[in-house]
């Protein structure tokens, strides 16, 4: 009933810029806490950055400077600007979303299909 779609990946030189944009869809009540994770090949997936539905933030070391989580709460949507990439930003970026569905306090985990975004050096 709860859909997350990514879009914005592709392929990219190092130096250039893509944005990522999820958008939440079905029967949601109240989304808290949103994100963005990603995994390379081979590794296991990582924190880049999260944001709460006030708009407090917080990144990975790595990506501090570089990437710019933002949210629009009104059309339930988080978006990830990353500028300055580099090859080994090159990985399947996953959105996430924390949401409440009914009356209850219950928050759930959500995910979505992931998005490709690859950096050529």
């Known amino acids: 009933q709860v859909q997350l779609v990514e879009s914005g990946g592709g392929l990219v030189q190092a130096g250039g810029s893509l944005r990522l944009s999820c958008v939440v869809s079905?029967?949601?009540?109240?989304?808290?806490?949103m994100g963005w994770y990603r995994q390379a090949p081979g590794e296991q997936r990582e924190l880049v950055a999260t944001i709460t539905f006030g708009g407090a933030t917080n990144y990975a070391d790595s990506m501090k400077g570089r990437f710019t989580i933002s949210r629009d709460n009104a059309k339930n949507a988080v978006y990830l600007q990353m500028n300055s990439l580099k090859p080994e930003d090159t990985a399947v970026y996953y959105c996430n979303a924390n949401i409440r569905t009914d009356a209850s306090m219950r928050f759930t985990p959500y995910w979505g299909q992931g998005t490709q975004v690859t950096v050529s050096s």
């Open positions: 079905g029967r949601v009540v109240y989304t808290n806490v």
